[in-house]
């Protein structure tokens, strides 16, 4: 593969002419300018309120990743841990010959669904950390990386959603082993198959065309290298993305836009036999708390206030088909600072793709999801 060429480029040399000349950018910026002090002298106190909204909702990912009780930092660490560890172990290359027989009927290189595992198993920062760089030492196309980022997205973006997530169908008194296996584990199949009708350029890989995926490291080196990697990937990727989402999501709060946005994806999800407010927690902060959620509004009532909100509708099977297409869209790497900022921030300089063709790939598996969620949802709907 060919280095990389830096995203930065210098602007090439201008004559003496051609510079005196205005750009269009330059009209852009002095608009702006312009703009500012506008705000700055007759709107003050909006333009502050403003940016301390922006300020505001972006250290709530501090708060989720380094300070707040859920330690979501700490657990981001682990799990790349643990994903080095299965790697030296030879899981990855377990995964390619349990896997590689079924994609070759696919015409898929095989490559692609290491992600999607990786993510079961732990989380999806870790998940692209790891399958990033194999699905490049396999040599799969464009397309094949592409299909790889969008089916990544199809799987939990934290273990502890799907643990979670099967107390609160068992409380609900759903069979949870049914709606896992088809809400979790058959997307690691049929997505990539789905997606190939669009994205055609795969082939399929034979495993003596495959290098050996198990890394020779030492332990202690695997061991501290592993946390360092997880640290950083925390402090340099996902933290900045976020950041820049939340302080987005902040400004729309403050401009009175956002709360329209979660009524609309409320009724839109109630539309497609998921629960609401369980739905929006996982599209806006995090599946696990969605989880979370469900499992106190499907149990007798407490102080909590969400807790009970469903338990005395268990037996109207519209509830029920709800909360499984709620666990299923729980199960995938929404919310949505996941798909925009922190998915492409790990795979980006990685893979062949460029940063917006990783965001559109990553939203794309994210909106399957819902879609999928829908499908399940009713499907089991019929035998409630």
Not at 8 to 17: F, R
């Amino acid at each position: 593969m060919d280095e990389k060429k830096n995203v930065t480029e210098t602007p090439a040399a201008e004559t003496g002419e051609s510079r005196k000349k205005w750009k269009p950018v330059e009209y852009i910026g002095l608009a702006v300018f312009l703009a500012f002090l506008l705000c700055v002298f007759f709107f003050h106190q909006q333009f502050s309120g403003a940016f301390t909204a922006m300020f505001a909702k972006a250290y709530k990912m501090f708060e989720f990743y380094l300070f707040g009780g859920s330690m979501l930092g700490a657990t981001i660490v682990v799990s790349i841990m643990t994903g080095r560890i299965l790697e030296r172990l030879g899981f990855t290359d377990a995964l390619m010959r349990i896997f590689l027989p079924i994609m070759k009927f696919l015409k898929i290189n095989a490559a692609v669904v290491v992600g999607i595992i990786y993510n079961i198993l732990g989380d999806v920062n870790a998940a692209g950390k790891i399958a990033g760089p194999v699905v490049m030492k396999a040599g799969c196309t464009r397309d094949e990386q592409k299909i790889a980022i969008a089916t990544l997205t199809n799987a939990p973006a934290s273990f502890s959603i799907m643990v979670l997530g099967i107390i609160a169908l068992s409380t609900a008194g759903i069979n949870p082993f049914p709606v896992m296996i088809v809400g979790v584990f058959l997307p690691i199949f049929l997505v990539p198959a789905f997606l190939r009708l669009f994205w055609r350029d795969t082939k399929p890989a034979d495993i003596k065309d495959l290098p050996r995926f198990t890394p020779n490291t030492g332990f202690m080196d695997l061991i501290f290298g592993s946390a360092r990697e997880g640290v950083s990937t925390v402090l340099t990727l996902i933290l900045p993305a976020g950041c820049a989402v939340y302080a987005i999501i902040g400004l729309l709060e403050y401009v009175g836009v956002w709360p329209i946005i979660l009524e609309g994806c409320s009724a839109a999800l109630r539309f497609l036999s998921i629960e609401p407010e369980t739905g929006m927690q996982t599209i806006t902060v995090a599946g696990t708390l969605a989880a979370k959620t469900l499992g106190q509004m499907v149990s007798p009532a407490t102080a909590d206030a969400a807790a009970g909100t469903l338990h005395a509708l268990l037996g109207d099977p519209a509830v029920k088909k709800m909360i499984v297409g709620s666990y299923v869209l729980a199960n995938s790497s929404w919310p949505i600072q996941v798909p925009l900022g922190q998915i492409p921030a790990v795979w980006s300089g990685v893979v062949d793709l460029k940063t917006g063709e990783i965001m559109k790939c990553a939203l794309i598996g994210c909106l399957i999801r819902v879609v999928y969620a829908c499908l399940v949802a009713n499907f089991f709907g019929l035998f409630f």
